[in-house]
């Protein structure tokens, strides 16, 4: 397994701008599929965005395309994701998956086996 630490969060206003970090360690990264998943108070985990460590393969959630980008490092075994123009709507807590299947074809929380502690976002108004 891998294991991921993530850092970044924290409080901005709205059309503020946040970048997460996610810190792997672990055998075999290269095998895994790196992403960000984010969980709002009383609703379920949701997709955010997914890379592979060689940057060829990139996914997001279609309502966060634009905004958000996901990048890696393969130097520094750590994952970014980049947030700009933030809504109070991307309020919840960030968390950084791993996974060494295709998951992000089709994207669910169910079927990542590695997660990071997360890393609580909140936009205000």
Do not use: H
């Amino acid at each position: 397994q891998v294991q991921l630490v993530e850092s970044g969060g924290g409080s901005v206003q709205a059309g503020g701008s946040l970048r997460l970090s996610c810190a792997a360690s672990g055998r075999a990264l290269s095998m895994y599929l790196m992403g960000w998943f984010r969980q709002a108070p009383g609703k379920e985990r949701e997709f955010v965005a997914a890379i592979s460590w060689n940057g060829a393969s990139r996914y997001y959630a279609d309502s966060l395309k634009g905004r958000f980008t996901i990048s890696g490092d393969n130097v520094k075994n750590t994952v970014y994701l980049q947030m700009n123009s933030l809504k109070p709507e991307d309020t919840a807590v960030y968390y950084c998956a791993a996974d060494q299947r295709p998951w992000a074809v089709a994207p669910d929380a169910r079927d990542i086996a590695s997660w990071g502690q997360g890393t609580q976002v909140t936009v205000s108004s």
